[in-house]
């Protein structure tokens, strides 16, 4: 069978475009859902043959004759009903998996604000949920449409050939079943929309009670949390009982009332019988086909729900489904010496009145290591984030001479490497962490990072699993190998955010050698509160509570700035004392 491709769609947010796209399945659910449906009333109609002919006293070979055909036409009937349904099953399958390609490529691309806002595991685990429940409603509805619509029609036109008079009066009460369950829609829409806002608010809280337990736990919440978590459960159960009660109590309902037109058929039918104009063959089939239309209306019931649960879905995954964006990958970035110019650079976080970052001008270079240190909220971090270009800001960031937002992301991201705070390690082996699946040789970075001699000790060496978030190593240990990821992918700039505040002095000073020793290439920014190695490093850029700036040389900064001399001085004495 040929292999489904799954492919983007233009403007996904337009629900009719998924049938479009599924034109070739599509195009089969409506033939074979046709040709199911218009020849199910045969069977019916046969059966009545069979019936007369057996009253009649129809010869053996005759009713014979009729037998296999009655058996071949059910054989056929149950073909094109299969048919029907793998391709219905192949649009469903097709179309969940555009929707998730979508979903997919919209929260991947989104900006570093927005994802910072959201969390993208739970976003896309909830938005998976509703795809799933939405695409049911779309199958369903497909499916319906003929097994109801076509269906219901099939028999309604053949009962009409059988008796005009009889099909009206006692179909009379179809339409009033119909029109209860459009009008009951609503009130279910409603409690499903309740049950389904629960889930979706208890599913976030599932995540944030696991990510957390450690902290709930130590801070003695433990019990507290477990007590919201439950009355959460007993309200979620509450409304989802509400919500089932209703959709499913309405079938029933819409059965009885469509079914009441049968005392009816029964009546003239009956009359036809003994009148003569009807065969009792004809009666049973007619009396089928009734049967069979009324039975429909809770199918139809069904599909007017389905389709209303599968609204709340659409509505929540719709704002995800926005044009497929294909990352630029082009690259023109120089290979020669590397330069970084800074000029009045200031920035203020979105919707933020402050500046955090004021005036900064400063110059480096490939093979250098520039210290940034400060006060708590100076802006260390946010001047780390703006050197990535992830925030627009005011003054100039010239990188090779080129302004850092003139490059494309995909650029910047091959010209720049970050290490953050956290070391965000994987639940997998050392290796897999530094390497994040790629095979490449991790002994020189090991080294750089003073991680060899840690490595020995472990029985299963660069395999040794670190355990949810590195929970198995020590703080200085991850720090080490998150390090060692970045300078695995060490790009020209390399941005290091107090990566040594886990790391004894002696280990930071090694590294720091290794780095001045190994990455000459690169021009390294290392943002740190300790000021110890600060005087084997370039330069510094020191910045002040007030948003001022002092940029020079660890001796020049001695000489001229009397806050920096004095906590150099203190934090000497402070190490000296430890020893
Ligand atoms: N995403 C953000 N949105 C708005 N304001 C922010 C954001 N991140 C940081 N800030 C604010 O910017 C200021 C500087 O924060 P930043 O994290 O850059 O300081 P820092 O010098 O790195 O601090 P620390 O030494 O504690 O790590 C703080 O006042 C902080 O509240």
Known sequence: MKQMKIEPLTRPDKIINYWKKEKTAVAFIIIFGIGYNTSAILGPIYQGKLIDALLRGDSLNEIAVLAVTFVLLIA???????????????????????????????????????????????????????????????????????????????????????????????????????????????????????????????????????????????????????????????????????????????????????????IMVIYWGGSKVIAGSWTVGIFSTYMILFAALAAKVSNAAKLFNSVQKSRISWQRIKPYLTEYKTKNTALNIKKNHTTLNIENLTFAYPDAKENVIQNITMTAQQGEIIGITGAIASGKTTLGLALLGLYPYMGSIRLDNQELMDYSEYERSQMIAYLGHNPQLLSDTIYNNITLGSNEDITAVLRDVCFDTDLAAMPDGADTLVGNGGIRLSGGQQARIALARTLLNKRKIIILDDPFSAVDMQTEEKIITNLKEHYQDCLILLISHRLAIFSHIHRILFLHPDRTVEYGTHQELMEKSEIYAEIYNLQQLAGENNE
Do not use: W
């Not at 391709?87 to 989104?110: D, E, H, Q």
């Not at 199958?139 to 219901?152: A, H, I, P, Q």
């Open 76 to 262: 056929a009937i149950q073909l094109t009903r299969y048919l029907k349904r793998f391709y219905t099953r192949r649009f469903a399958n097709s179309t969940s998996a555009t929707m998730r390609l979508m979903i997919y490529n919209n929260i991947m691309n989104k900006g570093f604000v927005d994802l910072q806002h959201e969390n993208t595991g739970d976003l896309m685990t909830r938005a998976l949920a509703d795809v799933d429940l939405c695409v049911d409603g779309m199958r369903k509805f497909t499916t319906e449409l003929f097994d109801t619509g076509v269906l219901m029609s099939a028999y309604f036109l053949t009962m009409l050939y059988y008796d005009v008079q009889i099909t009206v009066i006692g179909a009379l009460f179809i339409p009033v079943a119909m029109v209860i369950a459009e009008k009951l829609k609503n009130l279910i829409y409603q409690f499903s929309i309740d049950y389904r806002t629960k889930s979706s608010e208890i599913t976030g809280m599932t995540y944030d009670f696991i990510d957390n337990a450690m902290l709930y736990r130590i801070n003695g919440l433990e019990i507290k949390t477990q007590e919201k978590y439950d009355l959460e459960l007993e309200d979620l159960q509450n409304k989802a009982i509400k919500a089932s009660i209703f959709e499913n109590s309405m079938q029933p309902i819409y059965n009885v009332v469509a079914m009441l037109g049968v």
